[in-house]
């Protein structure tokens, strides 16, 4: 098993990890077609404990786990397109 942790000296404003829903819009939409404003990245995805390549083309699947850095205003309009409040890690 292999792991990756990061420290922060502060919480990083806008960062926001979420987990996709069956069903929810992100379910099956790639990454370039989520509607989520020229201000929000898809930084990672992790896939069945692997990490995803993240491209325009990636598809998000259900049970994905999506860290997006976007402006904190907008995180219910980007928690709404994963289905979920933001996961805990």
Do not use: K, Q
């Not at 069956?22 to 995805?45: H, K, M, Q, R």
């Not at 325009?56 to 860290?67: G, I, M, Q």
């Amino acid at each position: 098993m292999w792991s990756l942790g990061v420290r922060f000296a502060t919480e990083p404003e806008g960062m926001h990890r979420y987990r996709v829903v069956p069903g929810a819009p992100a379910d099956g939409t790639p990454v370039g077609d989520l509607p989520c404003g020229e201000y929000a990245w898809v930084s990672l995805i992790i896939r069945n404990g692997s990490l995803v390549p993240v491209t325009a083309d990636t598809t998000l699947r259900a049970d994905d786990d999506v860290l997006v850095l976007a402006d904190p205003d907008d995180a219910d309009t980007i928690a709404a397109l994963f289905g979920s409040n933001e996961a805990t890690p």
